[in-house]
Structures are given as structure tokens and as C-alpha cells.
């Protein structure tokens, strides 16, 4: 028996609490286990990034970069991992080259040790200047294929796309399932395809969701392709719209050829722990953190956090009983829009699109700004042409952006700087201006309390 140890990285400190309790975990609540899970032997801890940047300013009156320099001080031998929207950085719109270069080189500069970066719409001119500025920094850079399902994406385009991320420099691949749409024997054939190509030959990483109740099966038939690490989430924030649980894939695996190394019983503590943070947090913030399996997104692909929103959101204007029209509004807008995968931010603005089509009951009568957007190619190449009398109808002859989005916008930071001097931070640090340059009016709120 050829030995083939699958590694794990840890979402607990991003991406479960993100999926289970709404980004709200502080870092109080992460101090006490650090130590525990930085030596067990995970691939990487995954703790910053994502919304936690959005959220420690927003919600948590925490500085996301403070947060980071204490993480690394007591994460001394895993790497940190972090997840980066490409030229979005964490916010929701492109930012100017020298935003994107600052902010990878100031993160990494603090700690962080694998740098993920995606686009929604796979576009990999969004992802070029983060990559080169994180290859030049020095961090492991991993490229990410959104995982979506449509006519247009194929294991074939898949293979494509990790290509072009490894000619730029990615140091590994990740498939990015963030629906749980990924099933166990198509994530086999891919794995397999991938592991396979000579013009890729970098470790393969999955990242799944168990929105759909797939996750564990899914994480074994790649695991059997031959992948290198899978995401998985510590037992209280496992399962529901979260990864499958670290805990069980670990005891799955032992004693086969894919045996982790890893020692769960030094897990049981810490698992009892983050019980208990679990339960605080959805109190302190009267969160919801429990999900049940949601069959429906294998359907709709509708993110499982969406679905509420939407469905609440058709509450609140007294029209629920439109609900059942939106779920299927939802994949015929995706389909004129060209097929984006639904992720941040295109989940947001196909829900949005859908939602007006069903409350006023005709189809881009009111369009918002970011749709109109989308279809000129504002956030990149649409994985398929937007429909053409969708295109004509809400953006009529309007130029077509074709070339890298980005290349529009003059550099920032300079501006950035001054702004803020003008309103009073004239000394500000580099990375308070770049918290200033994702989340204007929420930095200038935390600075006025906390500079
Ligand atoms: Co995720």
C-alpha cells in the first residue's frame, strides 16, 4: 500500500463561522486555542480574509490588521491562510492596481502565509496584478476555478483555467465548490483530470460546502483522485452551510493510505471550546446557527444563505407567496447573464436582478446599476455572451468593456491618503488607508472611536 496522507486546512477561524455565525467570531474567542491548533499539523489555518475584514470593522469594533498581527503571534508554524477577491481585494467592486499591490504586500508583511485568490466570473486578467504582487511578496499563491454548473463549464474548461493560473505563477489549485454543487464522482473525474495534466502539476485543494449535504462523499472520491488537501471545519462549526467536520474526515481516513497523521483526540478540547463560543455568539448576536441540508440548491444553485435573504426580502414587501417563481427566475437570469457563477459578488447582483423581474412582473423592466454593469463586462468576461436581447434591452448599443477592468481605474492611493488627512488622519497608517479604501464609511466610524 503506496502512503498518499491527505493534508487539511482548518476553516474554523474563517470560513465556519463565517457560514454558521455569520462572520462574527472575535478574536477573544479564537486566543485560547491558538496554540492547540497551530501545533497539530494542519496543511494551514485559514483566519483572515473573506468577510472577517469587512466584519471586525463593521460589526466587531476589532482592526482586521491588529487581528492578524495577533494571530501570528500565536500561529508561529502553520501558515495563515486568507481568501482574496483578485482585484475586488475584499470589498465588492475593482479597486486601482496599487491598492491591490499594497494591500498583498501589507497582509503578508503581517503574517499571512497562503494567499487564495478567486474571481467570480473566472476571469483571470481580475486576478493578475494579486497574483504577481503576491508572488513578489514571497506567500504561497494559490489560484482558484469557481465551481459552477452550466453548458459552459466543463472538466475540459476547468483544465483550461488551472492552466493559465499556473502560467501565472499559482503554487497550487483550488476548486472552489461554494454552493456544495461539486458531486462525489464529477469531483473525481475532475481531481483526476487535474492531477493528471503535465501543463499543471501543482497540489490540487478542495474547497466544498455541505449546503447540499454532499460534502463528505464528494471530499472521499477526490480524496481517491488524488487530491492534496481538503477545507474542513471543526466540529461545532462543521456541516450545515459550513465544510464537512475536520474530526471525522481525520478518523475516516485513519489507518488507510491516506491516513492524515493527524491526532484528533488533541482536538477534543478545542472542539468543546468553540462549542461553547457557538453558543455565545448566537446569543450575543441572535444568530441562526443551524442549517438544515438544503436539497433545493442542487436545483437552483442558490447559495444557502441566499435563499433566506431573498426569501425575507419578499416577506418584508408582503409577497412570499412569489417565493417559488424567484427560485426559478433565478437560473434563467444566470443563463442571460451568461452564466456567471453565483458567488460574491454575482450572487448578489443575479438575486437582485431576479427579485425585480418577479415582484413587478415583467422581466428588466427595472435594472440595477450593477446588472447594466455585469453585462458591459465591467466585472470581466462573462463565462458565456450576455444574451443578446436581454444585452440590448438593458444596456441597448453601450460600449463592451473587453479588456482587463481594472486598467480604467487611475491609482488611488495617493487620493486615498489625502482624503483622509483632509478629514483629520493625516498620519494615517498604510493599512488604515487601505481599510479606508474598501469600507469607506465604516472605517472613518472605527477610526473615530479607536485613533
Ligand atoms: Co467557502
Not at 3 to 11: A, H, Y
Not at 17 to 44: C, K, W
Not at 282 to 300: G, M, R
Not at 302 to 331: A, F, R, V
Request: net charge negative; with cysteine; charged share 25%.
Amino acid at each position: 500500500m503506496s502512503r498518499k496522507p491527505v493534508q487539511i486546512m482548518e476553516t474554523v477561524l474563517r470560513d465556519g463561522h463565517q457560514s454558521l455565525a455569520a462572520t462574527r467570531m472575535r478574536i477573544d474567542d479564537m486566543l485560547p486555542q491558538l496554540e492547540v491548533l497551530d501545533n497539530m499539523g494542519y496543511f494551514a489555518l485559514e483566519a483572515w480574509g473573506g468577510a472577517t475584514f469587512d466584519s471586525c470593522l463593521r460589526f466587531l469594533n476589532e482592526d482586521p490588521w491588529q487581528r492578524l498581527k495577533t494571530l501570528r503571534k500565536h500561529i508561529t508554524k502553520t501558515p495563515i491562510s486568507m481568501l482574496l477577491r483578485g482585484q475586488n481585494i475584499l470589498g465588492y467592486n475593482h479597486y486601482a492596481d496599487d491598492v491591490v499591490e499594497a494591500f498583498v504586500s501589507k497582509m503578508v508583511e503581517h503574517g499571512i502565509g497562503v494567499i487564495r485568490v478567486f474571481d467570480a466570473l473566472n476571469d483571470v486578467r481580475n486576478l493578475e496584478v494579486a497574483m504577481k504582487a503576491a508572488k513578489k511578496s514571497g506567500a504561497h499563491v494559490q489560484g482558484v476555478c469557481v465551481y459552477t454548473i452550466s453548458p459552459y463549464h466543463t472538466v475540459e474548461s476547468y483544465i483550461e483555467l488551472a492552466r493559465q493560473l499556473v502560467e501565472r505563477g499559482a503554487d497550487s489549485i483550488c476548486i472552489k465548490d461554494m454552493s456544495g454543487l461539486l458531486r462525489p464522482y464529477v469531483a473525481y473525474d475532475l481531481v483526476k483530470a487535474l492531477k493528471s495534466d503535465p501543463k499543471v502539476g501543482v497540489p490540487i485543494q478542495l474547497h466544498t460546502h455541505y449546503t447540499s449535504g454532499m460534502g463528505s462523499m464528494t471530499y472521499l472520491k477526490a480524496i481517491e483522485a488524488g487530491v492534496d488537501v481538503v477545507d474542513c471545519a471543526l466540529s461545532p462549526f462543521a456541516l450545515g452551510t459550513s465544510q464537512p467536520c475536520t474530526e471525522t474526515m481525520i478518523a475516516a481516513l485513519e489507518g488507510t493510505q491516506y491516513d492524515t497523521g493527524l491526532d484528533r483526540s488533541k482536538l477534543k478540547d478545542v472542539a468543546i471550546h468553540f462549542g461553547k463560543v457557538k453558543k455565545s455568539l448566537a446569543e450575543d448576536f441572535k444568530l441562526k446557527t443551524y442549517f438544515d441540508v438544503d436539497a433545493n440548491v442542487l436545483d437552483f444553485q442558490i447559495p444557502g444563505g441566499m435563499l433566506s435573504n431573498l426569501y425575507n426580502q419578499l416577506k418584508e414587501q408582503g409577497m412570499e407567496d412569489k417565493y417559488q417563481d424567484l427560485l426559478e427566475e433565478m437560473p434563467r437570469v444566470r443563463a442571460d447573464l451568461g452564466y456567471p457563477p453565483l458567488v460574491t459578488p454575482t450572487s448578489q447582483i443575479v438575486g437582485s436582478m431576479a427579485t425585480f423581474n418577479v415582484m413587478l412582473g415583467e422581466r428588466y423592466k427595472m435594472v440595477p446599476r450593477e446588472v447594466r454593469d455585469l453585462a458591459r463586462g465591467k466585472y470581466g468576461k462573462t463565462p458565456k455572451p450576455v444574451a443578446e436581447e436581454v444585452r440590448e434591452k438593458i444596456i441597448g448599443n453601450a460600449e463592451i468593456i473587453d479588456y482587463r477592468p481594472a486598467d480604467d481605474i487611475k491609482p488611488q492611493m495617493d487620493l486615498l491618503r489625502a482624503e483622509l488627512g483632509e478629514k483629520g488622519y493625516a498620519n494615517a497608517s498604510i493599512e488604515d488607508v487601505l481599510s479606508y479604501a474598501l469600507f469607506p464609511e465604516v472605517a472613518l466610524k472605527f477610526f473615530s472611536t479607536n485613533r
